[in-house]
């Protein structure tokens, strides 16, 4: 496993980091959210982001969420088109050029049609599984939704699909690394912004408590690889306070909006979050 850094850190352009969050689901029970979990414990609410990557030469938008049709047939409150809040940010999904998927499952490679002239980067491992032999089982194929994976393979043979083996930088300052667990292809962003490398987890852990007890969410393909994805996101980020998960409702309570009249929308990740009575710069990393 490669950490990616150039001659010095301080010589890349920081990249700016926004979190858009557009759709929600709660009344979860705690077997939902960790394996073995004991059924009187509190259950947090999710939470569903797509996050945009943006400095003075890139826009990189990763992640691309789900639309209407998907949010009715899954029961999910789909709050806003991700595609649509672009302009908040000053963005047009008709001219994003790169979006990084983390994975394809239906709430994060969805609406790809709304990015015409885009190229998707992917780990090679993701489109494998997606189409292989995995999805002959009910339970592995349950996140993903076939019209998604259909549009991915059209992308793929129209030239428009970057694909990554394992760690791999996309831009100077935005590198990405396979954790897999969650989805055999998962992968995770490390990017280098003014308070130093932040790493964005998607669904290497759902929530806080998942990186930070080891406690496994139970949509998993590989246990080891999970837990293993814990490790690495302390590696990788600068600070555990430096560690976004990918679905935590906390996200937008610790960090703040991109401007006033966007909060509990778009909150801006590069800056240190506030509001935590547990004082997570502290917390002690385990990377043995």
């Not at 996140?143 to 393979?153: A, G, K, Q, T």
């Amino acid at each position: 496993m490669k950490i990616w850094r150039g001659i010095s850190d301080m010589s890349l352009e920081p990249f700016e980091i926004y979190a858009i969050r557009y759709a929600h689901l709660g009344n979860r029970h705690a077997g939902e959210n960790f394996m073995l979990a004991d059924p009187h414990e509190y259950a947090s609410d999710l939470d569903y982001f797509v996050w945009v990557l943006r400095n003075g030469r890139s826009s990189i938008v990763v992640d691309t969420g789900f639309g209407e049709e998907a949010a009715a047939r899954r029961k999910r409150d789909l709050l806003r088109s991700p595609a649509a809040t672009l302009p908040a940010l000053g963005l047009d999904a008709q001219r994003i050029s790169d979006v990084i998927l983390t994975h394809l499952h239906y709430d994060h490679a969805g609406n790809l049609g709304q990015y015409p002239r885009a190229r998707f980067h992917i780990q090679d491992r993701e489109v494998a599984y997606a189409t292989g032999r995995g999805m002959c089982h009910a339970p592995l194929r349950a996140p993903f939704d076939l019209p998604d994976v259909l549009e991915m393979i059209r992308h793929v043979y129209a030239g428009r699909v970057v694909f990554h083996d394992g760690d791999d930088e996309i831009l100077p300052g935005v590198n990405v690394y396979r954790v897999g667990g969650h989805s055999a292809g998962l992968q995770i962003l490390r990017v280098w912004t003014r308070r130093g490398w932040m790493v964005l987890a998607s669904d290497a852990s759902h929530l806080y408590t998942n990186f930070e007890q080891g406690r496994v969410f139970p949509v998993v393909y590989n246990v080891q690889e999970m837990l293993e994805g814990y490790r690495l996101l302390y590696r990788l980020a600068d600070s555990p306070n430096h560690i976004v998960p990918g679905h935590d409702p906390l996200v937008m309570r610790y960090y703040p909006a991109a401007r006033p009249e966007l909060e509990g929308i778009v909150a801006r990740l590069d800056c240190a979050p506030a509001g935590d009575p547990d004082s997570r710069e502290t917390k002690t990393r385990d990377t043995d």
